[in-house]
């Protein structure tokens, strides 16, 4: 047998069941070697568009994405998408081919692009070894990390020998230490106004944090990461940070204590510090050491899994195990959703409010969906307007911020849960960057929904440096047809100016949905999106 074949059927084996790729001469045989092992292969149009299929595949399952890419460009066309992955700390096995030596036109410093973007890395070191070291790759993705496994062509094809054990997959979360736990019990239990804000880390633990949430009265928000972990919670103030609404941004402000479960509380969770009170206490409780105190400086750092840490936590409490209202807080989370508040439409003939077509469509899709946003100024809307069952129903990359990510990862998605009515969410520029990608999905008969948010432009540089007086010609385009484009690659396509233009919308939905739907919506661009504005502000 092939390294090649060993190595692929071995990770078939641990788990290694949906791999994403490109393939060509370099990966061509373990690639083979996974689908002779059960796992389905599903072919990009792009090693960019692979990687973040895999990714947004990885979040949505909960389990490890495979990536699968040849040598030298295959890996470096992946690069960004790689990048995003090991900064979301995605669960991520990248199988890149290597050349052999540097005096290869394909070789490339796999070590060093791994270190560059904080992925691991790990190389089959020999035939003997060689599924061994796979494994070691396998596990160390299990850990939460995106994990680049060089795979040289020679050792590839050579015989394996096996001269090592290959054991199956042994992660454990990390307990926290005791006097962690009894220290936040009692900050929780001194508290008024306690207020939790779950990130990417608390994914799946909702049922352990509400817990501690009712026993020791705190309001519940999340990072943008982790929006809809607590759909329909009464004390669900939704996203902290610029996305917030202004109920929200005022009850979190007004908490005097903060507990980060599983959120790194960046700049955009807290807007710059100003969500934070300056007497707020600070409690931050996290599975990487690394990360306690990363952004900002916290009163007390929990080291631990999060679910482990919550149940730890709700066992020390000392009163009733009856929910209590503090501060009368609780009445006044019935208007916190950014479409209970006020506006006034700016649509016109000719294009339509983003907030306005983000609200009418809330209201006609089906609420099991999974809503994955792209990057770029318009992201509040679909972000904040849609809502999600829960936080497997939104898929948020901008740990990068690369404009163009949207629609592979929503094909990626999708994969994960087909029993969700997908909904990308795009730029128009996020849009033509990633448009390859709608030949994949035309392929795999995935009956989506593609919103692009249509302004004609790279609105954030708009809006940034238009108010500055500078020429604007190099982030301006002439208007596109991109429901044209879109039936050019077998979609559905409809323009929507107006709300009335999103009857088309659903005609579509009542079915068959038997193609792709990708809806060109012309969107009201006369100022930033109100996100984007506080950014700009905090900087």
């Known amino acids: 047998m092939r390294v090649a074949d060993a190595v692929g059927r071995a990770l078939a084996g641990l788990g290694a069941d949906t791999v994403f790729g490109v393939v060509g001469s370099g990966n061509f045989h373990i690639t083979n070697a996974l689908i002779a092992g059960g796992a389905r292969y599903i072919a990009a149009r792009h090693e960019g568009g692979a990687a973040m299929m895999a990714d947004a595949w990885a979040r949505t399952a909960g389990r490890v994405g495979v990536l699968s890419v040849h040598q030298g460009p295959g890996l470096t066309n992946a690069m960004t998408g790689i990048t995003e992955a090991a900064k979301s700390r995605t669960p991520l096995l990248v199988l890149a081919a290597e050349a052999p030596g540097v005096r290869s036109n394909f070789y490339v410093d796999v070590a060093g692009l791994a270190a560059a973007v904080g992925a691991a890395h790990v190389r089959l070191n020999s035939p003997g070894s060689a599924v061994a070291d796979a494994c070691g790759a396998y596990q160390t993705a299990l850990t939460r990390r995106t994990v680049i496994l060089a795979?040289?062509?020679d050792v590839q094809a050579a015989e394996y020998k096996p001269a090592q054990v290959c054991t199956g997959p042994l992660v454990h979360a990390p307990a926290p230490a005791a006097e962690g736990v009894a220290a936040l019990a009692a900050l929780l239990?001194?508290?008024?106004?306690?207020?939790?804000?779950?990130g990417r880390g608390a994914r799946g633990a909702r049922a352990e944090l509400e817990t501690v949430a009712d026993r020791y009265g705190a309001l519940l928000a999340t990072s943008a990461v982790a929006k809809g972990l607590f759909h329909g919670n009464p004390r669900n103030l939704d996203v902290s940070?610029?996305?917030?609404?202004?109920?929200?941004?005022e009850l979190i402000r007004a908490a005097d204590l903060?507990?980060?479960?599983?959120?790194?509380l960046n700049m955009w969770t807290t807007r710059h510090g100003k969500l934070i009170g300056p007497d707020t206490t600070i409690v931050q409780v996290d599975d990487d050491p690394g990360a306690i105190g990363a952004?900002?400086?916290?009163?007390l750092g929990v080291v631990g899994d999060v679910a482990a840490t919550a149940r730890a936590v709700a066992s020390e409490w000392e009163g009733e195990p009856e929910y209590v209202v503090k501060k009368g807080s609780l009445g006044l989370i019935g208007s916190v959703r950014w479409r209970d508040v006020p506006f006034t439409s700016e649509s016109d003939s000719e294009r339509i409010d983003p907030r306005t077509l983000s609200i009418a469509l809330d209201d006609m899709l089906p609420a099991e969906r999974t809503v994955v946003v792209d990057s770029g100024n318009f992201m509040g809307y679909p972000s904040m307007f849609l809502s999600v069952p829960d936080e497997t129903g939104f898929c948020f990359t901008q740990a990068f911020q690369s404009v163009g990510l949207g629609l592979a990862s929503a094909i990626g998605a999708a994969l994960a849960r087909p029993d969700r009515l997908p909904v990308a969410a795009l730029g128009d520029g996020g849009a033509l960057m990633g448009i390859t990608e709608l030949e994949t999905l035309v392929r795999l008969g995935i009956p989506m929904v593609v919103v692009v948010y249509d302004d004609e432009a790279y609105g954030?540089?708009?809006?940034?440096?238009?108010p500055e007086g500078d020429p604007l010609d190099t982030v301006r385009f002439p208007a596109t047809d991109i429901a044209a484009i879109g039936r050019g690659f077998g979609c559905e396509g409809v323009i929507v100016r107006r709300v009335d233009d999103l009857a088309a919308v659903r005609s579509w939905l009542d079915g068959p949905r038997s193609r792709p739907l990708v809806v060109d919506a012309?969107?009201?661009?006369?100022?930033g999106s109100w996100w984007l504005e506080e950014a700009f502000r905090g900087h």
């Not at 012309?522 to 100022?527: E, F, L, M, P, Y």
């Open 151 to 153: 795979l040289p062509l």
């Open 189 to 198: 239990q001194d508290a008024e106004r306690p207020v939790f804000i779950a």
């Open 241 to 249: 940070g610029g996305f917030a609404s202004p109920l929200a941004a």
């Open 258 to 264: 903060i507990v980060a479960w599983g959120c790194s």
């Open 295 to 299: 952004h900002r400086a916290v009163h």
């Open 460 to 466: 954030a540089e708009v809006h940034h440096f238009g």
């Open 522 to 527: 012309k969107i009201t661009s006369g100022h």
